[in-house]
Each structure stands twice: as C-alpha cells, then as structure tokens.
C-alpha cells in the first residue's frame, strides 16, 4: 500500500515542477501601429495597452506615429520604451510616466510632458542626438538622464539623480531647474538658463562645456559649481557655498561673493580635455592626485600655473597629454 502511495505523491510533485516551469512569464513586444492614446488597443494594433511593462518587455513608436497619454492615465516601465526618430509621446493634463529602476526610455524624438504631467524618473533615460524632450509639467529625476539631444524646461525639472550632459539643456524664464545631487556638463554640453537654477546643500554641477546665464542661480551653502569649461554670467548668481574656476569666468557675481581660486583639494580625474586659461593658477594640494586618463588633454595656457605642492601629484596615464603654452608654467 505504501507504494501504491508513494507513487502518485512523486507524480504529483513532478507534475507540478513542470506546471512550474511553463508558467514563467515571457517577454511581450508593442509596437505602435497608429497614432492613439497609449491606453487604446487600437494603437498598438489590437494587442492589450503596454499600461504596466514589466522587465523583459519592450515597447516601440515607430517614425510618424505619435502615441499620447491622457487624463490619469499611468503608464509604469521596467523594461524598455524605444521611441524612435520621428516618433513621439505626448503625456497630457494628470498623465504619469513612472520609469522605475532597472527601466530604460530611449528617445530619439519627441517626447512632450505638458502642463500638469509627472514623469518619474528612477531608473534610466537616454535622450539622443537629434531628439527632443519638453517639459511644461513636472520631470522628476531619482535615476540617470544622459542627454545628447535637447531638453528644454518651462515648468520644474527637480534632480535627485545625476544628469549627464552633451548636449543642450535650456531652462526657460519660467522654468525652475532644482538640483540635489550631480549635474555634470560635458565638453560638448551647453546649458542655457533664462529662468532659475537651485543648487542645494550637498548637491554639485560640474561644468567642463559652456554655461551661459541670463537668469538667476542660487548656490546654497554647502552646495558647489566647479567650473571647468565657461560660464558667461549676465544674470545674477548667487553664492553661499563654493564656486570653484578653473575655466573662463565672464561677469560678476552678486555683491559680497567670491569665485575660490583653482585648488584641487580631493582627488581628481579628469575624462575630458581642460583649459587653464591666461592669468588662471590650478594649485593640487598636498596628498592629493590629479590624475589625466587616455586620450585626455590637460593645457596650461600662456600666463596661467599649475602648481603641484609637496606630497601632491599629477599622474598622467598612457595616451594622457599635458601641454604647456606660451609662458605657461608647471611649478
């Protein structure tokens, strides 16, 4: 009898294993097939809404096609929205696109946030070459946003996360650009600020490109802008914390503030080429190391200094370049 037992239990428990197996999810593909709202079949050809996109999902807006999110609808991503040249998302009046960790949303189109839209930002967004984003609405940050494209600001753009910039990032008179963490302005970055920039405690905005202000920036104590690159200040700027340049600084700040000189205090590496403009002096405090990686190039100009005290250091790696100009001087 125990047998007679014992065998259907094992069959059981095999069974289902089995069932086990066959009920894992499998990935589900979207492709836009018409212009409609993003909660209508119909725009996706008949297939469910991609309302929920779970992690090995995908979801595509082919050219031409633009797919718009309405009135408290909440489209959620952990898995990949791929709009494509030509492409476009609107999300309107109480929309929400959450992107949560471990989701992607590349855009290489349009992707409009208007009036009183949420985009939640926790996990990736990469903005290309060519392509546009324009929030009127509310764009959250608490992932990364790499930006080659355009992203242009006219309400609030609120950054806990960091902010990669090769590209343009324009901040409209009536827009707000509220940083609490990292915004890194590359070399071939331009930000362009008509409106207000807030840079609280704690948080950096690290400018190797061209920022040029016409509006009004508030450095809050504890909170700092290193300036690398070109600031063209006809706004007013505000300092509480520390602005330190070792670039180009055109203008003036708001009475009672300095610029702190170029003193290098923490180690640094740098991964892109940097200027020491005429008259600027770079100081690399002792224990502390600079270091310039592969393919980087470091140009002291003519009339600026490098000075490396005791126990500092520069290491320039293989492929590095360190190159002195007219009267330009390393001590």
Same mark, same amino acid.
């Given at each position: 009898?125990?047998?007679?037992?014992?065998?259907?239990?094992?069959?059981?428990?095999?069974?289902?294993?089995?069932?086990?197996?066959?009920?894992?999810?499998?990935?589900?593909?979207?492709?836009?097939?018409?212009?409609?709202?993003?909660?209508?079949?119909?725009?996706?050809?008949?297939?469910?809404?991609?309302?929920?996109?779970?992690?090995?999902?995908?979801?595509?807006?082919?050219?031409?096609?633009?797919?718009?999110?309405?009135?408290?609808?909440?489209?959620?991503?952990?898995?990949?929205?791929?709009?494509?040249?030509?492409?476009?998302?609107?999300?309107?009046?109480?929309?929400?696109?959450?992107?949560?960790?471990?989701?992607?949303?590349?855009?290489?189109?349009?992707?409009?946030?208007?009036?009183?839209?949420?985009?939640?930002?926790?996990?990736? $967004?990469?903005?290309? &070459?060519? @392509? %546009?984003? !324009? /929030? =009127?609405?509310?764009?959250?940050?608490? #992932?990364? *946003? +790499?930006?080659?494209?355009?992203?242009?600001?006219?309400?609030?753009?609120?950054?806990?996360?960091?902010?990669?910039?090769?590209?343009?990032?324009?901040?409209?008179?009536?827009?707000?650009?509220?940083?609490?963490?990292?915004?890194?302005?590359?070399?071939?970055?331009?930000?362009?600020?008509?409106?207000?920039?807030?840079?609280?405690?704690?948080?950096?905005?690290?400018?190797?490109?061209?920022?040029?202000?016409?509006?009004? $920036?508030?450095?809050? &104590?504890? @909170? %700092?802008? !290193? /300036? =690398?690159?070109?600031?063209?200040?006809? #706004?007013? *700027? +505000?300092?509480?914390?520390?602005?330190?340049?070792?670039?180009?600084?055109?203008?003036?700040?708001?009475?009672?503030?300095?610029?702190?000189?170029?003193?290098?205090?923490?180690?640094?590496?740098?991964?892109?080429?940097?200027?020491?403009?005429?008259?600027?002096?770079?100081?690399?405090?002792?224990?502390?190391?600079?270091?310039?990686?592969?393919?980087?190039?470091?140009?002291?100009?003519?009339?600026?200094?490098?000075?490396?005290?005791?126990?500092?250091?520069?290491?320039?790696?293989?492929?590095?370049?360190?190159?002195?100009?007219?009267?330009?001087?390393?001590?």
């Amino acid at each position: 009898m125990r047998t007679q037992f014992i065998i259907p239990v094992l069959a059981s428990i095999l069974i289902l294993g089995a069932l086990g197996f066959t009920q894992e999810a499998e990935a589900a593909s979207f492709t836009a097939t018409q212009d409609g709202n993003w909660n209508d079949a119909a725009t996706w050809g008949g297939a469910g809404p991609p309302i929920t996109i779970t992690s090995t999902d995908t979801v595509t807006i082919p050219s031409g096609i633009t797919v718009t999110i309405g009135f408290l609808v909440t489209v959620t991503n952990e898995g990949d929205i791929n709009n494509n040249f030509g492409g476009t998302i609107i999300n309107n009046n109480s929309g929400t696109i959450t992107n949560n960790s471990g989701g992607t949303i590349t855009n290489s189109g349009t992707i409009t946030n208007n009036s009183n839209g949420t985009i939640i930002n926790f996990g990736t $967004i990469i903005n290309n &070459s060519g @392509a %546009s984003i !324009n /929030n =009127f609405g509310f764009l959250i940050n608490f #992932g990364t *946003i +790499t930006n080659s494209g355009t992203i242009t600001n006219s309400n609030e753009l609120n950054n806990a996360g960091t902010i990669t910039n090769n590209g343009n990032i324009t901040n409209n008179s009536d827009g707000v650009l509220d940083n609490v963490f990292i915004i890194t302005n590359n070399s071939d970055g331009t930000i362009t600020n008509f409106g207000t920039i807030i840079n609280n405690s704690g948080a950096s905005i690290n400018n190797f490109g061209i920022l040029n202000n016409s509006g009004t $920036i508030t450095n809050n &104590s504890g @909170a %700092s802008i !290193n /300036n =690398f690159g070109t600031i063209n200040n006809s #706004g007013t *700027i +505000t300092n509480s914390g520390n602005i330190l340049n070792c670039g180009t600084y055109i203008g003036t700040l708001s009475s009672g503030n300095t610029l702190s000189p170029c003193i290098i205090t923490v180690n640094t590496t740098l991964t892109f080429d940097v200027t020491i403009p005429d008259g600027i002096s770079m100081t690399i405090d002792p224990g502390v190391i600079m270091t310039l990686n592969h393919g980087v190039t470091l140009d002291i100009d003519k009339n600026a200094n490098l000075i490396i005290k005791s126990g500092g250091g520069l290491l320039i790696k293989e492929g590095g370049t360190l190159v002195l100009t007219d009267r330009g001087l390393v001590l």
